[in-house]
């Protein structure tokens, strides 16, 4: 399929909101849009879903605080690089990792809420999201959120999809970001190093073939006739 480049299509202009379902997401997935955004004055928001604490095994609620806290911050300086001067503070959403079902209607309501406030005062056109059929539940779940805050706001947001650990393509037009400059999206990613390392002790590790992040990222419209 060929894509359609983003800074020559009709959301040139667009501000973007990145939902990513946990830190690291929006490197793997959204690094080269979080960067063009940033450059051009139009990223408006990073909001990460899940609190991360699920990627380690942790003994008790101090060490799983520990590990939530080394996320956030791990979150921050891979937005600080991806964006450079055009960095916005990250949004911390406190979903449960690999739990998306333990929100109950109200929790998911408010977030909701929480995101169609930040799509006002940050006068966000496009949100771009992981990919409603990725393997992951949480990359899922972040779509119907994604989704939901859309449909709440009719005509006035696009909702764009990305790609991080499915093999095939999203249906939908094909965008396609500006090239990264050579080495700023593989720096990003080091900064999640509890993801990366054992600097946190035994856990999730990101696969090696992940690690290679191509120049471009390329985004997926979501469009009322691929609606479930």
């Not at 983003?6 to 909101?17: D, E, P, Q, V, Y």
């Not at 006002?120 to 990725?134: C, F, K, N, P, S």
């Not at 249906?171 to 080091?190: I, N, Y």
Request: hydrophobic letters at 45%; glycine letters at 8%; charged letters at 25%.
């Amino acid at each position: 399929m060929v894509a359609i480049p983003l800074n020559r299509s009709i959301f040139a202009r667009a501000r973007w909101l990145i939902l990513a379902p946990h830190a690291d997401d929006e490197t793997l997935g959204a690094g080269a849009l979080i960067a063009e955004a940033a450059r051009a004055g139009r990223l408006g928001a990073v909001a990460f879903m899940t609190d991360g604490s699920g990627s380690h095994a942790c003994d008790d609620a101090g060490a799983r605080r520990r590990l939530i806290t080394l996320r956030e911050r791990e979150a921050g300086l891979a937005l600080r690089r991806l964006a450079k001067q055009g960095a916005v503070a990250p949004v911390f959403l406190g979903w449960r990792d690999a739990d998306p079902h333990a929100a109950d209607a109200g929790a998911l309501r408010r977030t909701q809420d929480r995101l169609l406030a930040l799509c006002r005062t940050r006068r966000i056109d496009a949100i771009a999201v992981t990919a409603g059929d990725e393997p992951h539940c949480d990359h899922a779940a972040a779509f119907q959120l994604a989704r939901a805050v859309c449909r709440r706001t009719p005509g006035s947001l696009a909702l764009f999809r990305y790609a991080v650990w499915s093999e095939t393509a999203p249906s939908g037009r094909a965008f396609e970001t500006k090239a990264m400059p050579v080495g700023v999206r593989r720096h990003a990613l080091q900064a999640h190093r509890s993801q990366l390392t054992a600097s946190f002790g035994p856990g999730f590790r990101l696969p090696r073939a992940k690690q290679r992040m191509p120049a471009r990222d390329r985004l997926y419209l979501w469009e009322s006739r691929h609606a479930a």
